[in-house]
Structure formats: structure tokens, C-alpha cells
């Protein structure tokens, strides 16, 4: 298994709603990232995980809270967010944050509409 | 301050070879990566380079040179399907995070 899975594919919410994305990958990654990419931009940075534990959080608003219930998932929680947090959110994972090599994989990512 | 310059586009027709340079300024650097990113798919791994100078992959190549702080990215015999996003990414000291360029979108013709 060689591919990091994402759900849900779209996402449509109001501003009061609360939603999760999920993210999966039986690769043996320790590294697992959260990006956002806004339309004909590079995927911005919001999270790392490193062994299950947070070890970068860009500055990234309250309003998204990460978890990492364990070394194969990545979990996204989303409460009242803004008509500027419609993006892309894709979900990464590498064997160790910082060893040589080591590329990064992308899930297909969530297309997110808030409205 | 971390900056990353890419072409925003570029255009060639099958058959045809292309390069996408890069340059970078990081205030660390371990490692680039090249990103492949069709339009609404996620990016797919192309090349690593943490050394000067070249790695080849079939019809993709990408070369290093860190006292320049520039990379290129070689696409040969182009294919109507290379056509998409080409993303320059530098990883730094920390090693954790990828700093993306803007991307270069490629358009192949007949």
C-alpha cells in the first residue's frame, strides 16, 4: 500500500458547522503533514506530526484543530470557519520528518466550501 | 527570509525538451524536491536532490547546484499529459517542512 487515502472528497459547510477531515496511510510514515492550497497557489504548510506528536503548527488559526490518534491517521477538526477557508486541504506523509530523502507523499486532498 | 522563484508559465510542444529552472534563498537548505501537480489532483513526487549536481529518471531529470542556490528541472520527448503544474520545493535544516515555489504550469501542444 503505497498512498495516502483522504475523506471526505468535497466538503461543503455552513460557518456554524462543525466537520472533520480524515487522513490515512499504512506506509509505516512517522511524519504525517496537513497543507492548504488555495486555486493556482503552492500547498501552504498548517501542521507536522512527528511520532504522533504536533511539532509545527504554522500560525494557524484556532479554528483548526489537529489530531493524530495514532501512527496511520490524521484527523483535521473544522469549527466556524470562514467563506476564506474554502480550499484545497491535502494530507501528506514521509518515513521521518527530517532524514535524507524522504519525499513527501500527497493524498488527493479535500475540497472544501464554506459558505 | 525564505523565497523561491519559479517561471509562473511556460509552453512547448510533443516531442520537444523543456527546462523549469528554480532558485532559492533559505535560510537553511536540506534537500529540493520537484512536484508534479495535475489540475486538481494532489502533487506527486518527481526528484530529490541534496547534492551538486544531476539525477536522472527516465525522461525527467533535475540538477543542483547549492553554491547557486538553483535547480532545474529537464523534461524530455514532452507528452500531452506532462502538461500541469511543476512545483519547486526546498526542505530546511529542521528537515520537517517543504517550502513550495509558486509552481510552473507547463502546457504541451501538437
Known amino acids: 500500500d503505497t498512498e495516502v487515502t483522504q475523506t471526505p472528497k468535497h466538503l461543503v459547510m455552513g460557518m456554524t458547522n462543525k466537520k472533520s477531515l480524515k487522513c490515512e496511510q499504512h506506509m509505516g510514515h512517522r511524519a504525517m503533514y496537513w497543507y492548504k492550497q488555495k486555486a493556482k497557489k503552492p500547498p501552504e504548510l498548517m501542521f507536522v506530526?512527528?511520532?504522533?506528536?504536533?511539532?509545527i503548527n504554522e500560525s494557524v488559526p484556532s479554528r483548526f484543530s489537529p489530531e493524530c490518534p495514532n501512527s496511520s491517521l490524521l484527523n483535521l477538526h473544522l469549527h466556524a470557519l470562514q467563506p476564506e477557508d474554502s480550499a484545497l486541504y491535502l494530507c501528506a506523509s514521509s518515513h521521518l520528518a527530517g532524514g535524507p530523502g524522504n519525499e513527501q507523499f500527497f493524498g488527493p486532498g479535500t475540497r472544501l466550501t464554506v459558505l | 527570509g525564505q523565497n523561491i522563484d519559479q517561471p509562473t508559465e511556460m509552453t512547448a510542444t510533443e516531442g520537444a525538451i523543456v527546462q523549469i529552472n528554480c532558485t532559492y534563498q533559505?535560510?537553511?537548505?536540506?534537500?529540493l524536491f520537484w512536484y508534479q501537480q495535475h489540475a486538481g489532483e494532489a502533487p506527486t513526487f518527481l526528484s530529490y536532490?541534496?547534492?551538486?549536481g544531476l539525477e536522472e529518471k527516465g525522461r525527467f531529470s533535475s540538477f543542483l547546484s547549492r553554491s547557486k542556490g538553483y535547480s532545474y528541472l529537464l523534461l524530455k520527448e514532452l507528452q500531452m499529459k506532462d502538461s500541469a503544474s511543476y512545483l519547486c520545493?526546498?526542505?530546511?535544516?529542521?528537515?520537517?517542512?517543504?517550502?513550495f515555489g509558486k509552481g510552473t504550469t507547463l502546457s504541451v501542444s501538437s
Open positions: 506530526y512527528s511520532y504522533e506528536k504536533l511539532s
Open positions: 536532490n541534496v547534492l551538486d
Open positions: 520545493a526546498v526542505r530546511d535544516w529542521g528537515g520537517t517542512a517543504l517550502i
Open positions: 533559505t535560510s537553511g537548505f536540506n534537500g
